[in-house]
């Protein structure tokens, strides 16, 4: 850590380094004892490379650029190798206010100081920028594995006088007319190896890196360059293009090309209320199917694999039920369970259930619930668009995988929407635009796991409903700046959700078509009574046999079921409906099922003749026990769907002869999920960085106060009875005065020390030594005695 740095972060203001400690919190988590552990902290490596990888690219150009020229660097300088590599179209005056601009945050971060004419990156930052703009190491850094022998030959080969040290050998290569007439001497093949390192990666492999070659002797190319110090060996297999020979290539130029302004975020015009309306419509159509997907698991659950996740039969089955590709199946499934509506009941062998955290959100606005799903799909740390994928032990990663987190995934869903936002109202920018200008934004972040997740991202916000024809809708926008703890999303997006209809047009072909969007009771009820035929605009209904048992069994009457059809009909109830709920229900009941294990009751006794007779009953293995009882060893739940099987419409009874209503909304997880709140941490609170700069003051100030240590007197340790030497102490500690004591240490050397006494106690003496510059605890019986300081 360097003491110029230290003394300049000590003499910055309050004002600064609260400014400091804002944009980089991590520096007071927790907070140093004084501004030397601020400097100390702020120049490790981890926080380093964790500011870095936040700098856009001009900035970080800026520190590369800094850490490449000879320290200290005045800004003019920079600048003017900055202009360098400017694009056409962006002037000197517009690099000059954002080089001024940019510096000063540098300041702020810390990653730079000192005045203007004198910039010197902070500690630490050459450390971590190892390759800085795709430089290669410095020849003093790049040769240091080379013996003395192999320098000389290299000093001597490149035209030098003498030496035998990296340092003469860094002197020639620093010397632009050296490495001019060095280049010149290789073949062309060898020059066309130099071009392809100039602009980084500096570092290539080459078998037998570490050869012994002269000039004269090369052969090869990369012998050529071997010989001649152009590259040098950092390993067996590999090599490295000096920093000197690399600026030498490049012109002088540290970077090739450099904006200090992003690009641009090019795409196509969209009228921005029709990318809202249609926007409002994904988010209604998304919030439905989470709706659908917890009604269907409640009444039929799939499994939960014994590693985890859901087995790949069910996410087909499911996304046949939701009409929707398996990837937006997986998306449903995956946001349901990050906002705690599905959970699985179980460790082992337990089944995905809605949780009792469903029953009231269903209950809520869609808005409202929107809102819910939204800001739980910005937040989670989990990939649903990886599911199908592999992972590096090929083993496949089902929905609700454990392996589907990525803890990047956050961070990428948020940069991405705020880069849709910056491209302004009715622009739906395409998908190189956005990760071009996501490459500026975070140069460092760069990586093909990255842009996977900002396709993944595009694609999952229009499917949710925050982006509308790749155009960030109003909603959206507000759900993005307020982090999902506001209405403000909700309010937007409530004007242009459809209004729900509490009526359907029932025909005579036993179906019925709702136009539009249902209110959740009339829609709830529809799903349990009748089986979706098709969706789209309109949704069709049709209501079999099955269906009309499916809503008796869950405790509607034929007359319950008649009326509520009336009460919701936008035309009179046909009459082959009214006469299928009427026979169902008719027939309904009239055979009952118990336990015998089970057994089958019916007043009919010519019913129960017929299922004695019927071959298909023979694996239920029957028993007649009278006129108008059948007993059987399989279980209720097994006689009652064989029967039904064999096409009789048994109701299931309980021990006291009741008929069991089955409630298809009641399975649920045990227990109340706690879902994951959204990662909205925008830095400390102003208060607790006041008072953590108060305190680092505060240490700072008592550190430079500290004493230092002084000589112990010369001459002979004191020595002094036992009994006169507690009875200095007692008196030294009643005056406040200091003594000059013998102490035997731990190796039983004897020393001098000079002591502040405290107090006494234990067989202990507490004391200030002034020796040692701190406070300790000496046994009594190791004084050897005692004597006045003076």
């Not at 040769?143 to 006088?161: I, S, T």
């Not at 099987?645 to 209503?661: F, K, R, T």
């Amino acid at each position: 850590m360097s003491t110029e740095f230290t003394e300049w972060l000590r003499e910055r203001s309050d004002e600064q380094l609260r400014a400091l400690v804002t944009v980089r919190p991590e520096l007071i988590t927790p907070v140093p004892a004084h501004v030397e552990g601020l400097a100390g902290r702020a120049s490790s490596p981890s926080a380093i490379g964790r500011v870095l990888d936040r700098l856009d690219r001009f900035t970080l150009s800026v520190v590369e650029t800094l850490v490449v020229l000879p320290s200290p660097v005045d800004q003019r300088a920079l600048r003017d190798q900055l202009a360098r590599a400017l694009p056409e179209g962006v002037t000197v005056a517009t690099l000059r206010a954002a080089l001024k601009e940019t510096v000063e945050r540098l300041r702020t971060l810390a990653l730079v100081y000192g005045p203007q004419n004198a910039l010197v990156p902070a500690p630490g930052v050459r450390e971590i920028l190892e390759t800085p703009a795709g430089l290669g190491p410095p020849a003093v850094e790049a040769f240091r594995h080379h013996p003395a022998e192999r320098l000389a030959e290299l000093v001597q080969d490149a035209g030098g006088e003498s030496g035998d040290t990296r340092q003469a050998l860094a002197e020639l290569l620093g010397d632009r007319e050296v490495v001019a007439r060095l280049v010149e001497d290789v073949s062309p093949q060898a020059r066309s190896a130099l071009n392809e390192l100039a602009w980084g990666p500096p570092s290539g492999r080459v078998p037998n890196a570490r050869r012994q070659v002269r000039a004269e002797s090369a052969q090869s190319p990369i012998e050529q360059l071997l010989a001649r110090a152009l590259l040098a060996a950092t390993g067996d297999e590999s090599v490295t293009l000096p920093r000197e020979v690399g600026l030498f290539l490049r012109g002088g130029r540290i970077h090739r090309d450099l904006s200090p302004v992003p690009p641009p975020l090019d795409g196509t015009g969209r009228d921005q209320a029709l990318a809202d309306r249609t926007a409002a419509g994904q988010a209604f159509t998304f919030v439905r199917a989470v709706e659908e997907l917890c009604e269907r698991w409640s009444a039929d659950p799939p499994g939960v694999l014994r590693g985890g996740g859901l087995a790949v039969r069910d996410l087909k089955r499911t996304t046949g039920l939701l009409d929707l590709p398996e990837w937006a199946a997986g998306l449903v499934i995956e946001v349901a369970h990050a906002v705690g509506l599905v959970a699985a009941s179980g460790s082992v062998d337990g089944d995905w259930l809605p949780t009792p955290l469903y029953d009231a959100w269903r209950v809520k606005s869609t808005e409202d619930r929107w809102v819910t799903l939204a800001s739980g799909w910005l937040s989670m740390d989990r990939v649903p668009g990886m599911i199908g994928e592999r992972d590096e032990r090929d083993r496949l990663l089902n929905a609700l995988h454990p392996d589907l987190r990525r803890s990047s995934a956050p961070e990428v869903r948020s940069t991405t929407l705020g880069i849709l936002a910056a491209a302004g109202p009715g622009v739906s920018p395409g998908i190189e635009s956005v990760l071009g200008r996501l490459a500026w934004e975070q140069p460092r972040r760069r990586g093909g796991r990255r842009d996977q997740l900002v396709e993944f991202t595009l694609r999952e916000a229009e499917q949710i409903g925050m982006t509308g024809l790749g155009v960030i809708a109003g909603h959206g926008r507000a759900l993005l700046s307020c982090g999902g703890r506001s209405g403000a999303a909700a309010q937007a997006l409530a004007p242009l959700l459809p209004e729900p209809l509490d009526h359907v047009l029932l025909q005579a072909d036993l179906t019925a078509v709702a136009p539009g969007p249902l209110t959740g009771d009339l829609r709830r009820w529809l799903a349990l009574a009748a089986d979706i035929e098709s969706t789209g605009g309109a949704t069709v209904y049709r209501f079999c046999e099955q269906s009309v048992r499916r809503a008796l069994d869950a405790g509607q009457g034929a007359d319950e079921m008649l009326a509520m059809l009336e009460r919701h009909s936008a035309t009179p109830v046909p009459q082959p409906l009214s006469y299928l709920v009427t026979d169902v229900a008719r027939r309904h009941g009239r055979m009952r099922v118990g336990t015998a294990s089970a057994y089958i009751r019916c007043d009919d006794s010519s019913l129960l003749d017929e299922v004695m007779a019927d071959r298909r009953a023979v694996p239920l293995r029957l028993r007649r026990l009278a006129p108008t009882v059948i007993a059987s060893k399989t279980s209720r739940g097994t006689l009652v769907d064989s029967l039904r099987a064999m096409g009789y419409a048994p109701a299931a009874e309980s021990l006291d002869g009741d008929v069991i209503i089955a409630q298809l909304d009641v399975r649920r997880t045990e227990g109340q999920p706690v879902p994951r709140q959204p990662v909205t941490f925008t830095g400390p609170e102003a208060e607790v960085v006041a008072a953590a700069v108060r305190a680092v003051r505060a240490g700072d100030a008592a550190h430079l106060a500290r004493r230092v240590p002084v000589d112990a007197p010369a001459g002979q340790v004191p020595r002094s009875p036992a009994t006169a030497t507690i009875n200095a102490l007692r008196e030294a500690i009643r005056q406040g005065s200091q003594v000059w004591i013998g102490y035997l240490d731990s190796q039983g050397n004897a020393t001098s020390r000079i002591l502040e006494p405290a107090r006494m106690e234990g067989g202990y003496l507490t004391a200030y030594d002034e020796t040692r510059a701190a406070v300790h605890r000496f046994a009594l019986h190791r004084i050897t005695g005692i004597s006045d300081v003076e």
